[in-house]
């Protein structure tokens, strides 16, 4: 079974706005990472964000983490047509030693 | 750096043929994870290696099964094909930073079992 959760499945945005989705996940954990996936090919890491931690930005990226609801954000700022693909969330907890991921969030971006 | 490399891309098996996947991870990584993602179940966690030790095994049939070696490259066997054994077959290497492991995955082996 799944641990996380994304919302929503799918996404349609105009270029140049925002993206938002959400992650939900059921157990406590470690460190939480998302992942994007163009079409079918493998999973490109896009940032890791520790337990203890609150938030992270890597470029357009933002990443929240809230343990105490147990769900984690990730924005998209500015988005352009190469950012159409499918975005994961993956919580792993101590000792382990694998990610369990969501079912993803399908964006697609319309010039 | 080179990338996580899998080998085959693609594979088409007939049901009851065994097939082999090869995995070689990023330069330095000494942990390496598989997974199985279809359309049904999304990604599902397989098994993880470090060392050549397996220190994590997923919910599947022992029809699934790896190895590593000492060079870190790693395989796995899925014997007896079903028809709902096909899918994309993922290898992700890592290196543990402060308690953190940050998974990078390689391109993917789609097997389609016919």
């Known amino acids: 079974s799944q641990q996380g959760e994304e919302d929503p499945q799918a996404l349609s945005i105009q270029e140049g706005e925002n993206a938002t989705m959400n992650c939900s996940y059921k157990t406590s954990i470690n460190n939480l990472q998302w992942y994007r996936q163009n079409s079918g090919r493998g999973l490109v890491h896009l940032i890791l964000?520790?337990?203890?931690?609150r938030e992270k930005h890597s470029g357009r990226l933002r990443v929240t983490l809230d343990t105490s609801k147990k769900s984690s954000s990730l924005l998209i700022t500015a988005s352009r047509a190469a950012d159409t693909a499918s975005y994961f969330c993956?919580?792993?907890?101590?000792?382990?030693?694998?990610?369990?991921f969501g079912a993803g969030t399908t964006v697609t971006v319309r010039a | 750096k080179a990338g996580v490399t899998q080998t085959p891309r693609y594979l088409i098996k007939t049901r009851g043929q065994q097939v082999t996947l090869s995995c070689s991870p990023i330069?330095?990584?000494?942990?390496v994870s598989w997974y199985q993602q279809t359309p049904g179940q999304g990604l599902q966690f397989l098994f993880e290696?470090?060392?050549?030790?397996?220190?994590n095994k997923g919910n599947f049939p022992g029809r699934f099964s790896g190895r590593q070696f000492s060079n870190s490259r790693s395989e796995m066997n899925v014997s007896t094909l079903e028809l709902g054994d096909s899918a994309l077959y993922l290898c992700?290497?890592?290196?543990?930073?402060?308690?953190?492991?940050?998974?990078?995955f390689g391109p993917g082996t789609r097997l389609t079992v016919t």
């Open positions: 290696y470090f060392s050549e030790t397996q220190r």
């Open positions: 330069s330095g990584h000494r942990s």
């Open positions: 964000i520790r337990s203890n931690e």
């Open positions: 993956a919580t792993d907890v101590p000792n382990d030693y694998k990610l369990s």
């Open positions: 992700a290497s890592s290196l543990e930073v402060l308690g953190a492991y940050e998974q990078y």
